[in-house]
C-alpha cells in the first residue's frame, strides 16, 4: 500500500497536460487542449484536457478521468502500479504503507518472484554489455544477426554466464533466495545439486503487460545436440505461458494508436519488425494461440493480422487455432511471406513502409485464405472437397456475429462455387448441434468497440438516476457557495446556508439518501468536509482514491464544458447556471424526491396487490396509510414543481 502522503505528492506532480502530452499531441484550443484520442481511432480530435479541472476527456468514445486514470488506461495497468509508473516520472519516492499480515502474506511470494526476476533481467543485460564473456559470445550474437544496440536494450535482452551456478551464487550474494530463485525456474535445485537453468544463453525477458519481467527465453549458442535450441521458463505463479504474449508491453500502445496487431511466431520477428519500425507486434512464442491471448489482444484493438512464413504445412496446422480468433469476434486476416522468408528475414531486407505496403496488398481474410489454401490441395478429390467445405463452414459457424457471418457465406459460395442456402443450412446444422451439444447457446454477438456517444450516455453509467447524477454534479461543482440566508432562533445573525448544507441537509432529514455505493462515498466525504471553507471538492473527488468515484466526478464535472441547455430551454432564459443556483438547487432536489417518493409508491402497489385482503395481520391497514402519506407528499412536490417559482 502506498500511503496518504505519497499520493497527495504524486497527484500534485502529476498535471494533466504534461501527463497527458507524453503519449498525445496536444493543441491549445482557449483554456484546454485538444488532440487525437489514443484510445479510439479518429481523425477529428474530440479529445480534451481541462488543466484547470485536471481532467481528460473523449467526447468521441467517452474515456475520462484525471492523471492517474490516464494511466491505468493508457498503459492497462492497475491503481497502484500507474501511481508508481508517475511516481518514476516526478522522481517521487514510493513510500510503502505497513500492511497486515495476511495482506504481506497474499502478495510476497509473487511479488518476491517478480523481484527477483526483475534482479536477474539486470544482471544477465549488465554481464551482456559489461563481461568479456557476454560481449564475446551474447552481444556480438545479436550483432551478428544486425541487431542494433538500441533494439538490444530496448528489449532488455542479456547473456547468463555458462557455468554450474554463476547466477545462482551472484543472486545469493545479493541476498535473494533460493525459493523465489527456484520458483521462478531461474535456478533448478535437486537434494545439494544446485545450477543455473539458463547458462550459456542468451536471454529474452518476457514482460507483462504493465511491464514487468516475468519470466524468461533462453537461446543456447554453442553447439549441443541434447540441448534445446530455446528454452522457457517453466509456468509459474507469474507466468503462465497461455496467457502471455512476447511483446505486448512494448507494443500496446502502437496498437491501441493503429488499431491493429500483428502476430507473430518467435522473439527475433518482434525484434525485427520493431528495428524495421513497426511496432504494433505480438508474438505467440511457440505455443498454439490461447483464447487468453486473444483477449489479451482485444483489450487494445479487435484487428489481427497473423505473419506466416511461406511453409504450407506449418500453416495447415495452425488454422485451428484461428478459429479461436474468429471465435472472439475479432477481425482475422493472415499474410503469407514469400517462400523462405519469415517475419525476421523479411523484415530485415525491407523499409517500414515497403513492409507495410506488402502487408497491406498482400494480406487477405482468413476465411478466403483457408479456403483458398484447402480447395489448391483438393482438385479434382469430390470427397476431399466435400470435406473441405465441412472445414470451411466449421470456422464460418463460430463467428459471433451473424452480418459478418452472411458477408462470409457469400464470399465462401462464390470460391467454393456452392450455393450459400446449402452454406447456411450447413452453418445452422453447426450451431445447432453445438447449442445442444455443450448445453451451451449460440455464439453471443461479440463485445463491440465501444461505439461514439454522446456525452450524457457515457454519463449514465453505473446505476444512478438523471436526479442523483444532478445532486452530485451540483455537490460537486457548488458545495460552498451560499444558496440563501436563514433566521436562525439561537443566533443573532442570519445564518448562510450553502448549497452543500441545503442538499446534504434535505436528504438526510428525509432519510432519503440513496444506497449507491458511489453516491454514498461522495455523499458522506462531503458532509464531513462541509466546515472545511478551503476544501476543493472538484479536486478532491476527480482524483479520489476510488477509482470509480473518481471516474464519476470526472464525468460530471466533464459534462459541463459542453453548454447545457437543460437550464436555458424555453423563455429566452439565458442565465448562467451559477446564478440562479436558488431555483435550481431546490428543484433539483424536489425533483430527486418525487422520483424517489414515486418509487417507493409503486414498491407499495406491489406489495398491496400480493396481499391477502382477508388476513387481518397481513399489514393490509399500515400499506394503505403509508401510501395515502406518500400521495400526499407526491402532490405537494408536484405542485412545488409545476409552480412559477421553479421556473
Ligand atoms: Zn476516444
Known amino acids: 500500500m502506498i500511503d496518504h502522503a505519497t499520493i497527495e505528492r504524486i497527484i500534485d506532480a502529476a498535471q494533466i497536460v504534461d501527463v497527458v502530452s507524453d503519449f498525445v499531441k496536444l493543441k491549445r484550443r482557449g483554456v484546454n487542449y485538444l488532440g487525437n484520442c489514443p484510445f479510439h481511432n479518429e481523425k477529428t480530435p474530440s479529445f480534451t484536457v481541462s488543466p484547470a479541472k485536471g481532467i481528460f476527456k473523449c467526447f468521441g468514445c467517452g474515456k475520462g478521468g484525471n492523471s492517474v486514470n490516464f494511466i491505468m488506461e493508457h498503459e492497462a495497468l492497475t491503481y497502484p502500479e500507474a501511481l508508481k509508473f508517475l511516481a518514476r516520472k516526478y522522481q517521487i519516492d514510493v513510500v510503502e504503507k505497513e500492511e497486515t499480515d495476511e495482506e504481506r502474506q497474499q502478495k510476497d511470494d509473487r511479488e518476491s518472484m517478480m523481484i527477483v526476476s526483475g534482479f536477474a533481467q539486470k544482471y ?10 557476454g560481449k564475446a559470445i551474447g552481444l556480438s550474437y545479436f550483432r551478428e544477426r544486425s541487431f542494433r544496440d538500441d533494439i538490444v536494450k530496448k528489449f532488455d535482452l542479456g547473456y547468463c554466464p555458462d557455468g554450474k551456478s554463476i547466477f545462482t551464487e551472484a543472486a545469493q550474494r545479493e541476498g535473494y533466495r533460493m525459493e523465489f530463485l527456484e520458483k521462478t525456474g531461474l535456478t533448478i535445485q535437486r537434494d545439494d545439486w544446485v545450477r543455473d537453468r539458463f547458462s550459456g544463453r542468451v536471454m529474452f525477458p518476457i514482460h507483462n503487460v504493465a511491464g514487468r519481467v516475468i519470466a524468461f527465453g533462453g537461446r543456447i549458442l554453442k553447439e549441443d545436440p541434447k540441448a534445446a535450441k530455446y528454452l522457457n521458463s517453466p509456468e509459474s505463479e507469474i507466468y503462465h505461458k497461455s496467457k502471455v504474449l512476447y511483446g505486448i508491453f512494448h507494443a500496446k500502445r502502437e496498437i491501441s494508436r493503429l488499431d491493429k496487431c ?40 479487435q484487428n489481427v493480422t497473423i505473419l506466416y512464413d511461406g511453409d504450407e504445412a506449418g500453416i495447415k496446422a495452425s488454422l485451428r487455432g484461428i478459429d479461436l480468433v474468429l471465435e472472439e469476434g475479432m477481425n482475422v486476416k493472415v499474410l503469407l511471406l514469400p517462400q523462405g522468408e519469415d517475419p525476421d528475414s523479411f523484415a530485415r531486407k525491407h523499409s517500414a513502409t515497403e513492409l507495410l505496403k506488402y502487408i497491406s496488398d498482400n494480406e487477405t481474410d482468413f476465411i478466403q485464405f483457408k479456403t483458398k489454401l484447402l480447395l489448391k490441395t483438393t482438385e479434382n478429390d469430390p470427397v476431399a472437397r466435400a470435406t473441405l467445405i465441412k472445414d470451411v463452414i466449421r470456422s464460418v459457424a463460430v463467428i459471433p456475429e451473424s452480418i459478418t457471418r452472411a458477408v462470409y457465406i457469400r464470399e465462401c459460395s462464390r470460391l467454393l462455387n456452392v450455393e450459400e442456402a446449402v452454406l447456411y443450412n450447413e452453418v445452422r446444422r453447426i450451431l445447432r448441434s453445438r447449442a445442444e451439444k455443450g448445453g451451451g447457446t449460440l455464439p453471443p454477438d461479440p463485445p463491440m468497440k465501444p461505439k461514439p456517444q454522446p456525452v450524457a ?31 436562525s432562533e439561537q443566533k443573532e445573525q442570519p445564518e448562510i446556508i450553502s448549497v452543500g448544507d441545503f442538499i446534504i441537509g434535505q436528504l438526510t432529514e428525509d432519510d432519503l439518501v440513496p444506497d449507491k455505493h458511489v453516491f454514498k462515498v461522495i455523499f458522506s466525504e462531503m458532509a464531513e468536509k462541509l466546515s472545511d471553507e478551503s476544501f476543493q471538492a472538484e479536486r478532491y473527488f476527480t482524483h479520489h482514491a476510488d477509482n470509480r468515484v473518481s471516474q464519476l466526478a470526472s464525468d460530471l464535472l466533464a459534462e459541463k464544458w459542453i453548454e447545457s441547455k437543460r437550464w436555458t430551454r424555453g423563455g429566452g432564459h439565458t442565465e448562467k447556471e451559477h446564478e440562479i443556483l436558488d431555483q435550481l438547487v431546490p428543484r433539483i432536489v424536489n425533483e430527486y424526491k418525487l422520483r424517489k417518493i414515486k418509487e417507493m409508491h409503486m414498491e407499495l402497489e406491489q406489495k398491496l396487490s400480493g396481499i391477502d385482503h382477508d388476513d387481518v395481520d397481513s399489514g393490509l391497514f399500515e400499506i394503505l396509510a403509508k401510501i395515502q402519506n406518500l400521495k400526499k407528499i407526491e402532490k405537494y412536490l408536484s405542485e412545488k414543481l409545476g409552480s412559477r417559482a421553479f421556473i
Not at 544477465?124 to 564473456?133: G, K, P, Q, V
Not at 507473430?264 to 512464442?285: C, F, K, R
Open 457 to 487: 450516455a457515457a454519463v449514465e453509467k453505473g446505476d444512478l438516476s438523471i436526479e442523483e447524477m444532478e445532486l452530485l454534479r451540483f455537490l460537486l461543482k457548488y458545495s460552498h457557495q451560499p444558496l440563501f440566508e436563514q433566521e
Open 124 to 133: 544477465f543485460t549488465r554481464f551482456l554489455w559489461n563481461e568479456d564473456e
Open 262 to 301: 500483428f502476430l507473430v511466431e518467435g522473439y527475433t520477428d518482434v525484434l525485427s519488425m520493431h528495428q524495421s519500425g513497426i511496432e504494433n507486434v505480438v508474438a505467440s512464442s511457440g505455443t498454439a494461440l490461447t483464447s487468453d491471448q486473444i483477449r489479451l489482444i482485444r483489450r487494445f484493438t
